[in-house]
């Protein structure tokens, strides 16, 4: 027999920052149990103060090093932090791997600071079906600030970027030319860029090919235009992070003051309930006609039969008549 | 004025061979123009033979050129070759960046092959949407293979796994241990493993690495097992391409004699068409009361007034009623 829920009690406590209750609402949301809209009604009144920061990079430029220095810096400063750490292997292992999730043992005993894993799902609503709920939690647990943290480009990272206040982008020294770097669209999205693992060979370099980039590729925000800085950080030795979190706070400020913040937070919003609403018309696919409809026309589109547009608007039309 | 389209006399050129009707047909496919439908149910009868083949591995790995060599490869053995090259970096550029494109030059002016870089867009349709798009044209421009490559880990690997038959996961020796190898969730989605600038230090103790680690993790297919094959390239100077070709062909006879190649392309097919059916259901959010529904309930939802799955039920009942 499932555990009963009492969500009210749930909320009050995580709230108070026990760690177990906010642990236990994340679950419930993550798992889109049967108590995910009472919960997400109860965290909606106590939701919209976290500043929420996206961290990303490819792998091995030290993500997780720095986003444990990061907690620290926050933690001098009084804030109370969440992280999330969202990694695109789980939809294929069913689990995400622990290795470097050890580097944030240094905050787990630290009751003011929230840590969590998180699972993206193999399907199309992705990272942007969960991590916004467990983001709402950990808001509406008081968190002053919400570290996403995610591995490598791609979907993950558009993911990322839409979610967050300000995006961190990562990189080190010899991980690749400056023409990999663009090639993974890494210029467009950071508000602020950091070289980790600057006491190695050739970090002024990579910090200047980047500055050159960054000066080529600027777009204006709502008639102004931010300068993303680049700083340069030894994470392992928590070298520089000051410098970041005051990058990100100059990023905060200059966004708030032009309203770009405010933008920023109703996209996020708007791709929330839009993947909510999919989600919602893609679970009722798989219901209709006893769950075969779908994998009938996947298999006349197979034998060349039909196209895909074709079968998607008779998807469309059985979905209508159910 | 728009030029008129022909669109069966595209496709018949295109089964000629002929690279401009090809390029024709995918720009009709890749922007969703007026006549996608009927580029698509022109297509539809001719679909079906292309053997699929998709590259992946982190930035640095060599991923161009390995697929310019391995072009060069299947071009000795007679095949006609298409290549998607997809970069995610482009939702937010607009446009590919054409940087290590050059290194393909090599096959630009051979008739019998068909080179595409592909834009996945800033939503979530992404690759899902466009990419099968392009593959069904090149497969009925008669391509024989079709080699789909895509930048880094996360979403647009995800795709790409979901779009071939087979998928070449390429590493390198020194980017990174072990653990960030399968965090990044190579592991689970390998058919066949590269470990390409074999001539470096530390190629053997990465392939050694990585047949341990495939040896732990490997799961039954249809109650068969598939163990992939690691094969040690130095693709610049096509060192091993032929041994890469040869694992390619025999993984798509293994999965042709168990019905796994079936089963691969029905899913394909699964999820092209949902991925149609939710773009069309997509579009119709943006026009409910003329664009502002979605607006409206996202600001609500950053002023914690409603919940996101409250303002999805709203839209939803919105869409209902136009």
Do not use: Y
Not at 54 to 77: D, M, N, Q, W
Not at 236 to 247: C, K, S, T, Y
């Amino acid at each position: 027999m499932p555990r009963p829920v009492d969500v009210g009690d749930l909320v009050s406590r995580a709230r108070e920052g026990q760690a177990r209750a906010v642990a236990r609402l994340i679950s419930l949301v993550e798992d889109a149990s049967p108590h995910l809209r009472e919960v997400a009604a109860a965290l909606a009144p106590h939701t919209g103060r976290a500043q929420v920061i996206g961290l990303t990079g490819s792998p091995g430029v030290g993500k997780s090093t720095t986003t444990s220095a990061l907690v620290g810096e926050l933690r001098k400063r009084g804030k109370r932090v969440g992280v999330l750490a969202v990694d695109p292997s789980s939809p294929f292992s069913g689990g995400a791997l622990l290795g470097d999730r050890v580097r944030m043992q240094d905050h787990a005993l630290d009751p003011e600071v929230f840590i969590r894993s998180m699972a993206t799902r193999g399907h199309l609503g992705g990272l942007s079906w969960a991590t916004p709920q467990a983001l709402r939690v950990l808001d509406a647990a008081g968190c002053d600030v919400v570290l996403i943290e995610t591995v490598g480009v791609g979907q993950s990272e558009i993911d990322v970027v839409s979610l967050a206040d300000t995006t961190v982008v990562l990189l080190a020294p010899g991980m690749g030319d400056g023409i990999q770097a663009a090639k993974a669209g890494i210029l467009e999205v950071g508000d602020v860029f950091v070289v980790n693992k600057a006491d190695r060979d050739g970090a002024d370099r990579t910090v200047r090919e980047l500055k050159h980039m960054i000066s080529l590729g600027r777009k204006e925000i709502q008639g102004a235009m931010w300068r993303p800085p680049v700083v340069k950080t030894v994470a392992a030795r928590a070298e520089g992070i000051d410098l970041v979190a005051e990058a990100i706070d100059a990023h905060h400020g200059w966004m708030a003051d032009r309203g770009v913040l405010e933008q920023r937070r109703r996209k996020r919003a708007e791709s929330e309930i839009e993947a909510i609403a999919l989600e919602v018309l893609r679970s009722r696919f798989g219901d209709v006609r006893g769950g075969t409809a779908l994998e009938q026309l996947a298999k006349r589109v197979v034998a060349a039969e039909i196209d895909p547009f074709v079968a998607a608007d008779e998807l469309l039309a059985s979905l209508d008549r159910v």
